[in-house]
């Protein structure tokens, strides 16, 4: 089965650091670019983060630009957020996403990963 | 970045009727578009990529139509199942971005 399976989450205080994972199974990983979008409760979704299926090219949004970091293992077929000075406004859902390779859109989801920063 | 802008926000609707959200961008897009589904406590499920081809599985009666700066998603008989929110996004630009949702429910 084709799947991205995320992990991580958690409650964190204002200013701390957090590492997401992405898990991938049931497909060729390292052909793949993977992405990232959050969702804050009752919000919609933000698109975050993008990493080429090399690792070679990565973008951010510009709310997260220099505070996260997106990397990727295609050994352990894995995708990594790294979050730093975190802020309440990051708050969410974060989401990692496949871009198929016929579609090129994001075609596979994981289910989902819940960050709370709060004091 | 490019903005997306989705109307209505909300729409109420009844089985059987025909739906239309819309989606504009704030620059020409092609047809980079593509439209997620949503229902509550679930990850986005795509329908529509390259503003009108539909994605595997999805039912024919969702179509999306449009290219450069407007587009369109349709729903052809909503279905007790459709009620959800749904999402527009462009993958033009190296950003990528999403509309603000349009939610659907029962009239």
């Known amino acids: 089965e084709v799947q991205l399976v995320e992990s991580g989450g958690g409650l964190v205080q204002p200013g701390g650091s957090l590492r997401l994972s992405c898990e991938a199974s049931?497909?060729?990983?390292?052909?793949?670019?993977i992405h990232w979008v959050r969702q804050a409760p009752g919000k919609g979704l933000v698109w975050v983060s993008r990493?080429?299926?090399?690792?070679?090219?990565?973008d951010y949004a510009d709310s997260v630009k220099g505070r996260f970091t997106i990397s990727r293992d295609n050994a352990k077929n894995t995708v990594f957020l790294e979050m730093n000075n975190l802020r309440a406004e990051d708050t969410a859902v974060y989401y990692c996403?496949?871009?198929?390779?016929?579609?090129?859109?994001?075609?596979?989801w994981g289910q989902g990963t819940m960050l709370t920063v709060s004091s | 970045d490019i903005q997306m802008t989705q109307s209505p926000s909300s729409l109420s609707a009844s089985v059987g009727d025909r739906v239309t959200i819309t989606c504009r961008a704030s620059q020409s897009i092609s047809s980079y578009l593509n439209w997620f589904q949503q229902k509550p406590g679930k990850a986005p499920k795509l329908l529509i990529y390259g503003a009108s081809d539909l994605q595997s599985g999805v039912p024919l009666r969702f179509s999306g139509s449009g290219s450069g700066t407007d587009f369109t998603l349709t729903i052809n008989g909503l279905q007790p199942e459709d009620f959800a929110t749904y999402y527009c996004q462009q993958s033009y630009s190296t950003l990528w971005t999403f509309g603000q949702g349009t939610k659907v429910d029962l009239k």
């Open positions: 990493i080429k299926s090399d690792g070679t090219t990565t």
């Open positions: 996403a496949r871009v198929g390779g016929r579609t090129y859109a994001l075609d596979i």
């Open positions: 049931g497909f060729a990983f390292s052909s793949y670019w």
